[in-house]
């Protein structure tokens, strides 16, 4: 079965290196022989983690941030396609969501 | 990047496409530019002409908007972002860097390379951000900027 991966695909991620990164994984996919289907997606808003790679696992959606495109081997190394863990393991994406503060401003009248 | 050479005959080419755009002057303009890297003099009268508005107002687009280049673009093009929040984060010290290595002043034209302010590319949380022969730069530092 084919591992998915979710990198972005905007332009401030990009602006870091999410283009290389998605090629290295896509390079590294076929030198291992792993069958892996890249999916280019918007940001989550957590600039600061990119390159933001999320892989499907049976838990959910597994992050790894920030990843630089030296970082892709050893992601490959660290059996990352299965959610292993690695030093720029986030855990499941959705829990990442909590750490994010969320500022509401009030205007009274 | 490389382009071709100015010709009115592939400018008008490049324009036909618009003929029924509402508020086409800009748009025509960056088509222009997209081309041709530049937007020769004789541009303007050629959109002036094709969407039958004044000259003065196809000059006056120009001629506001920095990014739009009325001559060719020298050989390498680095915009750094000196706005608030780039700057908190070492944006000076990067136009310091890359002065110093490349021996050219800021906003001062050369023929072979052009070191340009910039006031926000919207990519502050990923500062100092930079624009490289048009790529934005994310963390811009010396290396990125002057590879």
Redo the contacts between chains.
């Keep these: 079965m084919s591992a998915i991966v979710y990198i972005p695909n905007d332009?401030?991620a990009?602006?870091?290196g999410a283009d290389q990164v998605a090629a290295l994984i896509a390079q590294e996919a076929v030198k291992r022989s792993l069958d892996v289907t890249i999916i280019r997606n918007g940001t989550r808003g957590a600039?600061?983690l990119?390159t933001l790679v999320e892989v499907v696992t049976p838990q959910g959606r597994t992050a790894y941030g920030p990843v630089q495109p030296s970082d892709v081997s050893s992601l490959f190394d660290a059996d990352f396609l299965s959610g292993d863990t690695h030093p720029l393991s986030l855990g499941l994406t959705e829990r990442l969501h909590g750490l994010q503060v969320k500022i509401v401003l009030r205007i009274s009248a | 990047m490389s382009y071709p050479s100015w010709s009115i005959e592939e400018a008008t080419r490049v324009l036909s496409p618009m003929k029924n755009v509402q508020g086409p002057v800009l748009i025509a303009l960056q088509a222009v530019q997209e081309r041709f890297g530049y937007v020769h003099e004789d541009a303007v009268s050629l959109i002036a002409e094709t969407f039958n508005v004044s000259r003065a107002d196809v000059h006056g687009v120009l001629t506001y908007y920095h990014d739009l280049r009325k001559t060719p673009a020298p050989a390498r093009c680095i915009q750094i972002c000196v706005a608030e929040a780039c700057q908190s984060v070492g944006s000076r010290e990067l136009v310091a860097a890359v002065e110093k290595k490349l021996g050219k002043k800021i906003d001062e034209t050369y023929a072979d390379v052009e070191i340009k302010s910039a006031y926000c590319f919207g990519?502050c949380?990923?500062g100092p951000?930079a624009m490289v022969d048009g790529?934005?730069?994310?963390?811009a530092n010396l290396e990125k900027v002057t590879a």
């Design positions: 332009s401030a990009i602006s870091i600039l600061w990119e | 990519n949380a990923l951000s790529e934005l730069v994310g963390r």
